[in-house]
């Protein structure tokens, strides 16, 4: 019916430092340093790498394409909301931010943050009462915002918060659904995948007959199509078309070949959909996983990794959610299909 | 004694000519036999219920919403209708000294199959009546050209069933029925795609599954899911290597048929009495021709 992988036994936030590149020295002579704040590590350093706004082309080499080069979007903001605003410090259009907390989970020191009521992303500004200009070499930039990072690594982040989710989902869902969320999901779900150090993602072949992701999650390959309308049968074929690629051309196994769609909302239970993905599923041995855009959310807050292995925990090919599991892992989100996370009832 | 008339070749009228129409008592024009038909009730044959019933009238009647498919020339056993260049489907109507005898159809109906295998093609006829015929239905929309297609699989030697529009449970365009193989057909009109593409291709492995996983049709897991299209994507493109990877990775069989080239099977079973051979069907992967 379905597979199960380990339960994850804690759900950390990861705040790894980013490596600076040696010629990046554009800001770096007037960054600030933080002298304390009860409530964030730091304020906006200025990064001259923008990790919030910018996978680095380390990260973003693991996206490659099989058949024909091409030049990733370096974008973390699914809607290109974070750029550099005057001073050198980064700023959030909180009228285009989905709320997602992609650049929260990207900033090493803890300066970007979710607005508890609007759900939208905000930079926490330096103020001259407790931050110091200073002028610093970009090695010793390095070192600070090292240091900065590791005193805030791993911190546990309780999850038990429907309220936080609720709002995320009034925020994010309208501007991932329709013909003009499709960028927007799509680009939201590369990245979600891309937090993780162990997706490693590739564009399959031609546009026309390809999945619009495959993630590596060790053992398996999970092969991703975007759907941001509710006509999610498509979906199902066109992603069964990209295992078919990615097991004929790229020689995958295909008992370790699974297939994700990702929707704004799953479809009621009733719909042909779920019919479709199980018979797909015994005949072809090809599970079709329905990720909800709740669960895209989930798993940027608990830094992305582990996707590929949450969703195949507690999402059946037919539809139904194993609710005890959803629990076990971000604890209590409240009823998952008033969140978002499980088939409206 | 009934007198046939004599079977003369005509490009111009797709089939034998120079008769009048017979008033055949098995209305050919107009339906496919039971066997034909599969065994159940007689499939028509006209996809857009032009053609009407003679008994009233003196002969057939064709009305305007006729699409010139040329299905009801092909299958009159005597050229008593005929496709002009110009205009619809005409009929030469019956006269008094024609009719079909009551009491001994299967004698006359004997006489009119050896009639149709006596007229004489040259290599190369099937092919240009093909293309002309085929040429007929570029403008058709799916609500024509989907009972064309599977009017000319019957005519072709393989029963199609249509299910009814809206039932979520069998979303499959076309099954060729089979007691123990029938195939799935995914049908896309002109109007929808120039070419056969690659959502064809994808739908037509959902098909496949479909069939295989419900109870509608007795299926074999290994047959062909088929597509068909206008006109065939070029040799090499994104449909032909997702039918390869498809096939390599999960044993699936897709294959494609052009409107010209299921014309050709349907003119050889029609017109020169072949038996209209499934092994091609039930094997094919990639193009037919």
């Known amino acids: 019916m379905r597979r199960v992988a380990p339960l994850l036994d804690d759900v950390v936030i990861p705040r790894s430092p980013i490596e600076l590149g040696a010629e990046r020295t554009l800001f770096a002579s007037t960054t600030l340093t933080a002298t304390g704040s009860s409530q964030f590590a730091s304020a906006c350093l200025g990064c001259p790498d923008q990790p919030c706004a910018r996978f680095t082309e380390v990260e973003l080499a693991r996206e490659t394409s099989v058949e024909s080069p091409y030049t990733p979007d370096p974008a973390v903001c699914p809607t290109y909301a974070i750029s550099r605003g005057v001073g050198g410090t980064m700023m959030v259009d909180a ?201 895209l959310l989930l798993g940027i807050r608990a830094g992305g990794g582990d996707l590929a292995r949450m969703l195949r925990h507690f999402c059946y090919t037919d539809g139904s959610v194993d609710t005890d599991a959803v629990v076990d892992i971000f604890g209590d989100v409240g009823d998952p299909a008033v969140v978002g996370l499980a088939p409206p009832k | 004694m009934l007198v046939l008339p004599e079977a003369q070749r005509s490009p111009v009228t797709l089939g034998v000519t120079g008769a009048c129409c017979l008033r055949c008592p098995d209305e050919p024009c107009m339906r496919f036999s039971t066997v034909e038909s599969g065994g159940g009730n007689t499939i028509q044959v006209c996809p857009v219920d032009a053609i009407h019933d003679a008994r009233q009238h003196a002969g057939p009647v064709i009305s305007d919403s006729c699409v010139r498919c040329g299905l009801c020339v092909v299958r009159c056993p005597v050229g008593a209708l005929a496709l002009s260049h110009t205009g619809g489907v005409t009929v030469t109507p019956p006269n008094a000294g024609l009719t079909a005898p009551a009491g001994d159809e299967s004698v006359f109906i004997e006489n009119l199959a050896a009639q149709r295998a006596n007229v004489d093609w040259e290599d190369g006829e099937w092919a240009a009546l093909a293309m002309r015929l085929s040429e007929a239905a570029v403008g058709l929309r799916q609500d024509a050209f989907y009972p064309l297609v599977a009017h000319l699989f019957t005519a072709a030697g393989h029963p199609a069933w249509r299910p009814a529009r809206g039932d979520t449970n069998n979303r499959v365009d076309l099954i060729l029925v089979d007691d123990e193989d029938s195939l799935p057909v995914e049908v896309k009109s002109r109007v929808e795609s120039a070419v056969i593409n690659v959502k064809s291709v994808q739908q037509a492995l959902e098909n496949h599954v479909v069939m295989d996983q419900r109870d509608f049709a007795a299926t074999n897991s290994d047959s062909s899911t088929l597509v068909v299209g206008y006109e065939y994507p070029p040799a090499r493109s994104d449909v032909t290597e997702l039918i390869e990877d498809i096939a390599t990775a999960f044993g699936v069989n897709v294959g494609l048929i052009s409107l010209v080239d299921l014309y050709n099977l349907a003119l050889r079973v029609q017109l020169a009495g072949d038996s209209g051979s499934r092994t091609v069907l039930r094997e094919l992967r990639g193009r037919l021709s």
């Open chain 1, 95 to 295: 009228d285009n931010c989905l709320g997602c907390g992609l650049c929260v989970v990207r900033c090493p020191v803890g300066a970007v943050y979710l607005d508890p009521y609007s759900a939208a992303a905000h930079v926490e500004r330096p103020s001259d009462d407790h931050y110091e200009r200073v002028t610093m070499t970009l090695d010793e930039f390095d070192a600070l915002r090292i240091a900065l990072a590791e005193g805030m690594a791993a911190e546990t982040v309780p999850f038990a918060d429907a309220g936080r989710l609720s709002r995320q989902m009034l925020r994010a869902a309208p501007m991932v659904e329709g013909a003009a969320g499709q960028r927007v999901l799509r680009l939201l779900t590369r990245n979600t995948f891309l937090l993780s150090g162990a997706a490693r993602l590739k564009n399959v072949g031609d546009n026309n007959a390809a999945a619009e992701l495959l993630v590596d999650a060790g053992d398996d390959l999970l092969v991703v199509e975007v759907e941001p309308s509710t006509d999610v049968p498509d979906a199902v074929r066109r992603v069964l078309a990209g295992c078919a690629i990615v097991i004929a051309r790229l020689g995958a196994n295909r008992d370790g070949v699974a297939a994700a769609v990702v929707v704004p909302r799953l479809p009621n239970v009733r719909v042909e959909y779920y019919r479709v993905a199980q018979n797909v599923y015994d005949r072809l041995g090809i599970a079709v996983y329905g990720v909800p855009l709740a669960l």
